[in-house]
């Protein structure tokens, strides 16, 4: 036996309780939108988009929320938003020059942190989705309760079940 880690390396992963994304027939009181475009760098040989590039994409459209809808500055004198968990689903092939939409919404918003859900649209086509969970921490990395003017805005994105 090398280690526990290396034999088992499952049991050093720590247990978190289950995540369970919204139903993708939810709504949302608003939803923010960013395209991208796919280019050649972005796929394989067979031109298949690369599935990382989803992941990349997720970390872009989030920071382009952030600045433009919830605070310009990120809140960078009060604390930093971390992930603490995130996840993509690649659902279709994609390829170069195709513009993808992603959409983003919250959902399970406290008072240090969130869930932001992700939907990766071609031509209306879901071809990814995914989600992330953020926190706000301090410079010492503890937990840090967001405004209540940033709670409010991020709220504006959540979404409910539908109707």
Same mark, same amino acid.
């Given at each position: 036996?090398?280690?526990?880690?290396?034999?088992h390396?499952?049991?050093? =992963?720590?247990?978190?309780?289950?995540?369970?994304?919204?139903?993708?027939?939810?709504?949302?009181?608003?939803?923010?939108?960013?395209?991208?475009? =796919?280019?050649? %760098?972005?796929?394989?040989?067979?031109?298949?988009?690369?599935?990382?590039?989803y992941?990349?994409?997720q *970390?872009?459209?989030?920071?382009?929320?952030?600045?433009?809808? =919830?605070?310009?500055?990120?809140?960078? *004198?009060l604390?930093?938003?971390?992930? %603490?968990?995130?996840?993509?689903?690649?659902?279709?092939?994609?390829?170069p020059?195709?513009?993808?939409?992603?959409?983003?919404?919250?959902?399970?918003?406290?008072?240090?942190?969130?869930?932001?859900?992700?939907?990766f649209?071609?031509?209306?086509?879901?071809?990814?989705? *995914?989600?992330?969970?953020?926190?706000?921490?301090?410079?010492?990395k503890?937990?840090?309760?967001?405004?209540?003017?940033?709670?409010?805005?991020?709220?504006?994105?959540?979404?409910?079940?539908?109707?």
């Amino acid at each position: 036996m090398l280690s526990p880690v290396i034999d088992h390396p499952a049991l050093a =992963i720590p247990t978190m309780p289950p995540f369970t994304p919204p139903a993708p027939q939810a709504r949302a009181g608003r939803t923010f939108r960013h395209t991208i475009d =796919i280019y050649l %760098k972005d796929s394989n040989a067979y031109a298949n988009t690369y599935f990382s590039r989803y992941f990349e994409w997720q *970390g872009i459209c989030r920071e382009r929320w952030f600045h433009e809808c =919830i605070a310009p500055d990120m809140l960078q *004198g009060l604390g930093a938003f971390v992930t %603490k968990r995130a996840h993509t689903e690649y659902l279709h092939e994609t390829f170069p020059f195709q513009h993808v939409t992603c959409e983003l919404n919250t959902h399970d918003v406290r008072h240090c942190s969130f869930h932001l859900a992700f939907r990766f649209l071609v031509e209306g086509t879901l071809v990814a989705s *995914g989600y992330q969970q953020v926190a706000f921490v301090r410079q010492d990395k503890r937990l840090q309760r967001l405004p209540e003017e940033i709670l409010e805005r991020v709220r504006e994105y959540t979404l409910s079940p539908a109707a």
